[in-house]
């Protein structure tokens, strides 16, 4: 009753309605009366042959859907990427930044390139609203390249061209970041290698790794548990620190405040900012801070510590410890409280990650598992699999539900029931669309479905 009551106070009617009518609307009208209403005129007397059409069409489309592929999320299409660079373990800041310079150097000749910013040490700054920076070490630079276009088109065939050329880099792991949509994750194919036994785990993970760079299409392959660092272990002589009368937690303090430094003071400036005032051994201080080779910790420091006894006596720390450089895996993973190690890789342009899992996943069925050494997918697949579950069971209740009101709109079961026979020939225009574009059948063309 309200909507009537303020049309007639506020709506004016217009003596030459059809002049200032809109072009658009008098075009749609002009389609209903005339176009529209013949062709509905039509099916109407011929319904087997316009029924026969239709599913002719369904097949149709059907049979292209799987042409399509299927994905979690498409590319974002940003006129951006990374570029991430990675030295060996313990490589200094100074060789970081010369990588990462002559990084630079490749990428903006190209015209394609905008602009390349760099960051040494650490992680640029959150970028997309997915990308969260993480990893702060000296042997490590990320830069990210700015460009004069996002098109898919211009942008894979660039990208591959640059892994070429990144690959044949000595000393450095160069990998090139594309930007997605949706939600942060590691990388769109990865298989974890599980297991109690360590030393199984590790030979198992080499092989995984080797099937993944065997298998086309895949790209950055990474397996961070076959990255062994060098650790350096302090022995120290108990029997002789107890007849030199120093404490074991005195060579500790020693060591740490010579190789790391001991905060003493605080500096604050005049924009009221602190700064801590560390001191430490002066061939000891780290590249991180100084940018400065020389100054990097190294093993003849510790010929140079002396430690104080209990009696005043100064001893020299290299007659009280020995030292042992052992190797030790650098990144130590869990999934479900069970040990694994988890080989990613990311995707060439043109490729999915479906059917890429799939070959490495018929390749992994036939190889001879150590016992007690399984594997598990995750990645994309992983993920599209546990979002597409929740979401079609959504899209059962969702039908339900319409079906109950329609039926209690109708008061009949067949009527809805003829409502429902049409939803299978929407499918055909959301294929049609997603081919004509060239697009996945992602998690966001499944949500559009679900609209429909």
């Known amino acids: 009753m309200l909507t009537p009551l303020l049309a007639s106070l506020f709506l004016k009617g217009q003596k ?25 005129v039509y099916a109407l007397r011929h319904p087997w042959q316009i029924l026969t059409i239709a599913i002719m069409v369904l097949a149709g489309s059907i049979m292209l859907a799987g042409q399509l592929g299927v994905s979690m999320f498409p590319k974002a299409e940003k006129p951006m990427f990374l570029v991430n660079i990675e030295l060996p373990e313990g490589s200094s800041f100074d060789q970081t930044r010369n990588m990462s310079i002559k990084v630079e150097e490749i990428l903006k000749p190209y015209p394609l390139v905008r602009s390349v910013a760099t960051n040494v040490g650490k992680d640029n700054p959150r970028i997309y609203y997915n990308i969260f920076p993480k990893r702060q070490v000296p042997n490590y630079a990320q830069l990210v390249v700015r460009l004069h276009t996002g098109k898919l088109k211009e942008v894979e065939p660039f990208v591959d061209e640059l892994r070429v050329q990144f690959a044949q ?31 199984k785990v590790l030979l198992a993970s080499r092989d995984v ?18 990255k062994p660092k060098i650790d350096l272990h302090v022995n120290i002589n108990r029997e002789k620190a107890a007849m030199y009368g120093v404490a074991i937690q005195s060579i500790d303090e020693v060591i740490r405040a ?6 003493v003071s605080q500096f604050r400036d005049e924009g009221g900012d602190d700064y801590p005032i560390i001191v430490r051994y002066q061939g ?11 100054y990097r910790p190294r093993i003849e420091d510790f010929n140079h510590m002396v430690v104080k006894s209990a009696s005043g006596q100064l001893t020299p720390i290299r007659q009280l410890v020995t030292l042992e450089m052992k190797s030790a895996l650098p990144r130590f993973q869990h999934h479900m409280t069970e040990r694994m190690a988890r080989v990613t890789a990311d995707l060439k342009g043109g490729y999915q990650a479906d059917p890429v899992t799939n070959a490495i996943v018929k390749e992994l069925d036939q190889y001879s598992w150590p016992e007690g050494i399984s594997y598990q997918v995750g990645g994309e697949q992983e993920q599209r699999k546990e979002s597409f579950a929740g979401m079609t069971k959504v899209l059962l209740i969702a039908m339900l539900g319409i079906f109950a009101v329609l039926v209690l709109q109708f008061n009949s079961f067949s009527q809805p029931a003829v409502v429902f026979a049409a939803i299978p020939f929407a499918v055909t225009g959301m294929v049609l669309a997603l081919w004509l574009a060239g697009y996945t059948f992602s998690f966001t063309a499944f949500i559009g479905l679900t609209s429909l």
């Not at 994750?185 to 599980?194: C, G, T």
């Not at 000891?284 to 020389?294: H, Q």
């Open 284 to 294: 000891s201080a780290s590249e991180a801070y100084e940018g400065i080779e020389e």
């Open 209 to 226: 790794e080797k099937i993944m760079i065997d298998t086309p299409g895949t790209v950055n392959v990474d397996n961070p548990i076959d």
């Open 258 to 263: 010579s190789l790391v430094g001991v905060t």
């Open 169 to 199: 880099i000595p000393g450095a792991r160069i990998t090139i970041k594309e930007l997605l949509q949706g939600p942060p994750y590691e990388a769109p194919v990865s298989i974890r290698v599980v297991g109690d036994d360590l030393d």
């Open 16 to 40: 030459d309605q059809k002049a200032k009518e809109p072009v658009m609307l008098r075009v749609v009208q002009s389609f209903a009366h005339n176009g529209y209403r013949t062709a509905l």
